[in-house]
């Protein structure tokens, strides 16, 4: 088991981490992030640590309860949800497989972990476009919000999704393959779904933006893969960064943050991220691409950065070398504000538990003399 955990203890400030992703001035500690933990490793938590004492699990609300219990025990100065958009079964994640899962024991995914149907997806042409029924964000669900607006402490803060999934969206109702082919042959149809899932988004965004509890906006949107972006940097422009520009002029407006979890290699739309969608803080790093510290040398007086203990390192290292990473990172990514530590990605359950736990308990201990 890893060295004792919690043995620092965190003083829950959503105000400071505010601060800190809009670079004002040094952080009094190390603030954390993540976009999310996996379920197991939400249960792995609870099983070996008193989180949930005292709490009725007959409660219509415990999952929010326990949520708020989590948070605050690892060191999270707030919770993520957004209103939740009722799509048809058929619409949208359509998986073509699973794949054995390979995390350690008491943290394995029943039925592997699936993958995405990339060759082909409910919305191929225009006829499959008018027939599609089309959510109505204005009956999306804010119940989660609204349960978090009047019982969550004063301390902490809601972070929103905003609908702000263009990429992923117009992908997962294509289908990969589709989609490039449409980009060539029939782009008026790629046109029109971008421009139904900006509508849907800045409603979804107003409704969400409306709680005085919301202080920001998280968009997750996987735009590219390791060497580069998944679509061309011109078609991203055309068809899912307006989408971004949107939803951060709505949060910006409100007085608010608009944060963007991205995986890949985006260096050749940065600069658009950065002076035209106007994003506070980038998320996701992985050390074949650019590691945290580069972006932080480069880009931490323009934007702020979340994460970057890579996953890839998170796997195969032992818990010395997380803690010396992590120090390593906060060496260079502290000074001044703009960083939060947390993963390259997320907590999934293949990541080593301990190392998790020392990525956090380090994070704890810096500069603490």
Known sequence: MSEAFSAVPVTIDAQGLLRCLLRKGEPDRVYF??????????????????????????????????????????????????????????????????????????????????????HTGCLTNW????????????????????????????????????????????????GYETLCYALHDNRPLVAAISEKLFAMAEAQAKRELA????????????????????????????????????????????????????????????????????????HSFEDAIEPVVEAKRRDGDRVSLIGGIDMDFLCRAGESQVRRRVRETLDVCQPGGGYCLGTGNSVSNYVPFDNYLAMLDEGRRYGQG
Request: charged share 30%; hydrophobic share 40%.
């Open 33 to 118: 992030m993540e976009l999310f933990l996996d379920e197991e490793v939400k249960a792995a938590l609870c099983r070996r640590y008193p989180i949930l004492d005292g709490l009725d699990q007959s409660d219509p609300y415990f999952d929010l309860q326990a949520e708020i219990r989590l948070q605050r025990f690892l060191g999270y100065d707030y919770v993520r949800c957004g209103a939740e958009m009722v799509w048809p079964e058929y619409a949208i994640g359509r998986e073509a497989g699973t794949v054995e899962d390979t995390a350690e024991p008491g943290l394995r995914r029943a039925g592997g972990r699936s993958y995405a149907e990339e």
């Open 127 to 174: 006829d499959e476009f008018e027939r599609m029924e089309w959510p109505d964000p204005e009956r999306a669900t804010t119940w989660e919000i609204d349960w978090y607006e009047r019982h969550l402490p004063d301390d902490m803060c809601i972070l929103g999704t905003g609908g702000a999934h263009f990429y992923e969206i117009l992908s997962w109702l294509m």
């Open 211 to 282: 709680f005085s509890r919301v202080r920001g906006i998280w968009g997750s949107d996987d735009m590219g893969f390791r060497t580069g972006p998944l679509i061309g940097p011109d078609n991203l422009r055309d068809f899912v960064l307006p989408g971004h520009r949107l939803v951060a002029e709505l949060a910006h407006q409100a007085g608010k943050l608009y944060l963007l979890h991205s995986c890949g290699d985006l260096s050749l739309i940065m600069k658009d991220l950065v002076e035209e969608v106007r994003i506070d803080a980038r």
